[in-house]
């Protein structure tokens, strides 16, 4: 791992910190200042990696004390190294320095050190081969579902308005 990175897996990050975070990587939600900072709030766990004081990754871990889950692991792409090929939205694509791996791996230790009985974690893409060599694992006759109520969620809300009517 790069000398010049810190690592802390103690510290939450402020939600200005994450807007730019989440701006400078193009992420495809656009959360509000307060949505950030009830995401912060209601986080069991941060792990963060800085370099010269700017953030550059962060992983995050949420639990309701049975149940954990890795909600996010994010690295900005410039030091996932050169096998990170879309380098969008902070997707962990290839983690050269093993940034990504620690900060989930302390994630996943908080969480553990809690007393969660199961973590799981949602990946798509070279997210499902990082989220492998953690030691997670596929989980047979699990579908992945999800109901979105952004600018894109229209229809969703729309349903759901229908199914509790």
Known sequence: MDASITLSMNE???ADELLAFYERHGHPNRPTREQVSRMIASSHCFAT?????????????VTDGLLGRLAECKLDPAYQGPAAITRKDARIEHDAGGVAARMARGVIEALREYGVQRIEAVAYGTEVD????LGFRKMSGVVALGLSFGDG???SAAMLAAATS
């Open 153 to 155: 969620g229209r229809e």
């Open 130 to 133: 990082f989220c492998e060599e």
């Open 49 to 61: 990696a800085r370099r010269d004081g700017v953030l550059i990754g962060f992983a995050r871990g």
């Open 12 to 14: 939450r990050p402020g």
